[in-house]
């Protein structure tokens, strides 16, 4: 055995870097290699790459905290008091605008044939996904690739990063914590929330435009006369003629959701994904919940749902788990309050995300009261 | 040079801090807020650790999770770990390493296997840019199944053990394991397919593999 070589293909594995090739002669290599060997080594880039930003997602932590729990029986609660008081947000000039939520005027209808192509688009925004990951700028990845370089700027053009003759696709990343504002070739905007990932193709044709997502967008789209364009997610498809709407399609989110503010478009299912297709009114959301795989239609204050464009989060009987998750990606930070999430505590009013976390947190919870907020290694406690 | 992995030297078995000390006793109480801060210090590190060593995020989460169940449950005994941190380490690297053991011996076998069912000719006749990389997408289509489905296909498809017995092995019903294949199968079926022009053509013997 050659133990440099072991240590070499084993590096680059760990970095998650090995081609098919060197996987392969790991692979084949470690049948002969003693465990001891394998721990040794797995211990030695442990330590080698403490430093270095972890590949793996931080908002997984609810997640795997919530199956400890069931596995390891885990119902003790005495020590804890719920639900608790919270202190009341600024209120909002249109508090009165109630979100009865049920069936409104959408209109049902049928079409014979899946919309094809999303598969094509779908494998390549598959293949960037682990830049989410491992990204601390918006980057921008294509197939002819020249384009690794970091963006910065306000607006990103993307006719301009796009070169004539290129054909194929290309992907821009927006990591955790971060939020962009792109430009399309066709002259449609684009904002990206974070943690997001906007793959289109490098040339915008006038018959077929279709971009896929991941994470959060808000999107508006110029009026197009014959083809439509499509906003292609995991389970949900957009059918647009040139209106504005917001497409959340976070991976680690239950649910879908599309919230129209002009215009029309219509939800149709991706592939594999079972609902009949709808059209939806502004001042409606389509929300897909992925588990039962049922589409919900109801009304909402469609403004708010893009307040995050504008830095801001306004929130209408939104769970405090949901707004914790939310705050996680746009700070790109964790926020831990194990008791509040599970309180089903709901919040109304408008959060400002120009300021700084702690000023955020300050705001959902009474710092006054029995609230103590506490930053250590980049993590947020809030503890009572 | 490789050393031989020996964790418990130099300044690693130093006395546990008596924070720490106080901490593990309150989770020997069955104090949960206690448990709860201790994973929320070292699951991120550990999650990661893991994540790079295994390439699953599922299965990064479900050592992760094995390993804090363990600690729950064994609570009682927490009181005799000199040091918390390097015990989390190494349960989590152990069970990491014979993962990524289990992949290698699947890996293997995968391609073993299709070496015997197929002639040069067809191995020949796909044109693949990298014949490993046919294998190394089926191998990671695999790996990115959710933990329990991953356990009965691996059981099924490589070590060929009947669902029967898989079912005795887990305690779970024959029924379940043929709902969990079923799943398993149309999950790596789509992942190679959406990998299809990375290796040009996804042979026969990968639906041979599959349906068998």
Redesign the interface.
């Known amino acids: 055995m050659n133990e440099d070589r072991l240590d070499q293909l084993f590096s680059l594995f760990y970095q998650q870097k090995a081609s098919a090739k060197e996987i392969d002669e790991l692979f084949r290599m470690m049948e002969g290699v003693p465990d001891a060997v394998l721990e040794a080594l797995a211990q030695k880039h442990f330590e080698a790459s403490k430093e270095q930003e972890p590949l793996f997602p931080a908002h997984f932590r609810q997640r795997i905290y919530e199956k400890i729990k069931v596995g390891g029986k885990i119902t003790e609660r005495k020590n804890l008091s719920l639900p608790r008081t919270l202190r009341r947000m600024a209120p909002i000039g249109w508090a009165a605008a109630a979100i009865a939520a049920g069936a409104v005027g959408a209109w049902l209808y049928l079409r014979m044939h899946q919309p094809e192509g999303s598969k094509r688009l779908a494998t390549i925004a598959m293949e960037h996904q682990r830049y989410l990951l491992d990204t601390t700028g918006v980057q921008m990845h294509g197939t002819a690739d020249t384009m690794g370089a970091a963006l910065s700027g306000s607006v990103i053009k993307v006719a301009e990063l796009l070169r004539t003759e290129s054909s194929g696709y290309s992907t821009i990343t927006v990591p955790y914590g971060k939020r962009s504002e792109l430009l399309l070739p066709d002259s449609s905007k684009v904002w990206l929330n974070a943690g997001s990932q906007l793959t289109f193709p490098n040339r915008f044709t006038a018959d077929k435009n279709e971009v896929f997502l991941v994470g959060e967008g808000y999107f508006e789209v110029t009026k197009r006369k014959s083809a439509p364009f499509y906003v292609r997610t995991a389970d949900m498809n957009i059918r647009v003629m040139g209106t504005s709407f917001n497409v959340r399609a976070y991976p680690d989110d239950g649910y879908t959701s599309a919230v129209l503010l002009s215009g029309r478009i219509e939800i149709e299912p991706a592939e594999r994904v079972n609902f009949q297709n709808i059209a939806i009114e502004p001042g409606t959301s389509a929300m897909l919940n992925r588990r039962e795989g049922k589409l919900a239609i109801q009304q909402v204050t469609a403004e708010d749902e893009i307040s995050w464009t504008r830095r801001q989060l306004i929130l209408k009987n939104t769970k405090l788990s949901e707004i914790l998750t939310r705050l996680s990606r746009i700070y790109n930070a964790e926020i831990i309050d194990e008791v509040g999430r599970e309180s089903g505590v709901t919040f109304s009013g408008k959060l400002d995300l120009s300021m700084p976390l702690t000023e955020v947190l300050k705001t959902i919870y009474d710092s006054n009261g029995n609230y103590k907020i506490t930053r250590k290694e980049g993590r947020y406690m809030i503890v009572n | ?5 020996n ?1 418990t030297g130099g300044d690693l078995a130093a006395q546990p801090s008596s924070e720490e000390h106080r901490l593990l006793k309150r989770i020997a109480d ?4 206690a ?2 801060q201790l ?2 210090h070292h ?3 550990l ?3 893991v ?3 295994t ?1 699953s ?1 599922e299965m ?2 479900e050592i ?3 390993v ?2 363990k600690v ?2 064994d609570r009682r005994a927490l009181g005799k770990i000199k040091k918390i941190s390097d015990y989390l ?1 190494i349960l989590c ?2 069970r ?3 993962y ?2 289990q ?3 699947d ?2 076998r995968l391609q073993a296997y299709a070496q015997t069912e197929l002639s040069e000719a067809e191995l020949d006749s796909h044109q693949w840019s ?1 014949r ?2 046919l ?3 089926i191998e990671k289509a695999i790996c990115a199944l959710p933990s329990q489905q991953q356990k009965i296909f691996r059981l099924a498809k490589l070590s060929r053990v009947s669902h029967a017995e898989i079912a005795a092995q887990l305690n779970i019903s024959a029924e379940t394991v043929k709902k969990h294949m079923k799943l398993a199968l149309r999950s790596v079926r ?1 992942f190679v ?5 990375i290796v040009n053509s996804v042979p026969f013997f990968f639906l041979y593999f599959l349906i068998r």
């Open positions: 040079m490789l050393g031989s992995g964790i069955g104090d949960e807020r448990f709860s994973f929320d699951y991120r590190g999650a990661d650790f994540f790079r060593l390439d995020l990064a989460e992760v999770q094995e804090f169940v729950w449950e380490f690297r152990n990491g390493v014979s990524l053991r992949r290698a011996r890996y293997l990298d490993e990389q294998y190394v997408v789509e397919k959406q990998h299809e022009h």
